[in-house]
């Protein structure tokens, strides 16, 4: 039992380069997050799946999209990278109304 | 917009104090509350999760309570120890049940 695992843990891109994070739970968790961490902003939702091939806007979703096409997986993708974007992505899951559980964060460098 | 707020932002005890971290939110229409613990470079860790029909939970020397009515939490930590230094984050679910509010933190160091 992985809990919630994400790829890749660190990445470096240039500007206007794309990338796809991945996120996989095996919890058969019907709700997950992307969330972006920043020093002095604390955690920032992204955006959010509340099931299967259902996705939703979060707080800060500008530059970024996501699919959910499985259950067990969450893609947060980023079209043309800014150095705005560096920060540390976390992916979270849970049951309704349970527990948040979190991977242990995609740090991404975009120069 | 829902606002957290964690107080005191940074503290350090001699181990084997007991202490308290405070998390409160602007709006009180919390449907459950979730404290973690996120080590330097790591992921947040659940520590403990207050249900909707709870006011507190209990975990080892941890325990949390929950005050619908003014929207406060508090994290009590019991004989604090140098491996519980790391940062407590607090985070309250809103009330359709869908998004978690987090707050800053509170950065805890427990010196020898």
């Known amino acids: 039992n992985a809990g919630v695992t994400q790829t890749p843990k660190f990445r470096v891109l240039k500007t206007g380069q794309s990338m796809t994070l991945l996120c996989a739970q095996d919890?058969?968790?019907?709700?997950m997050y992307w969330y972006r961490q920043d020093p002095g902003m604390g955690l920032r939702l992204i955006h959010y799946s509340v099931g299967e091939g259902t996705t939703a806007k979060g707080e800060v979703p500008d530059g970024y999209n996501v699919s959910r096409l499985k259950k067990q997986n969450f893609l947060l993708g980023l079209e043309s990278a800014a150095p705005s974007q560096t920060s540390v992505y976390f992916c979270?899951?849970?049951?309704?109304?349970?527990?948040?559980?979190f991977g242990e964060g995609s740090r991404l460098t975009v120069l | 917009k829902q606002e957290v707020t964690q107080i005191p932002a940074a503290l350090s005890v001699p181990e084997g104090e007991n202490l308290v971290l405070n998390c409160s939110f602007t709006?009180?229409?919390?449907?459950?509350l979730q404290w973690f613990r996120q080590d330097p470079g790591k992921g947040l860790t659940s520590l403990l999760l207050i249900q909707s029909s709870q006011r507190e939970q209990t975990s080892g020397r941890l325990n949390a309570s929950l005050d619908k009515s003014s929207g406060r939490s508090t994290l009590y930590i019991a004989a604090s120890q140098p491996g519980d230094s790391a940062t407590y984050l607090c985070?309250?679910?809103?009330?359709?049940?869908?998004?978690?509010?987090f707050g800053p933190g509170t950065r805890l160091s427990v010196l020898p």
């Open positions: 709006d009180s229409a919390i449907y459950n």
């Open positions: 919890m058969n968790h019907e709700y």
């Open positions: 979270a899951s849970r049951f309704n109304t349970g527990e948040l559980f």
């Open positions: 985070a309250g679910m809103d009330n359709y049940g869908q998004n978690f509010v």
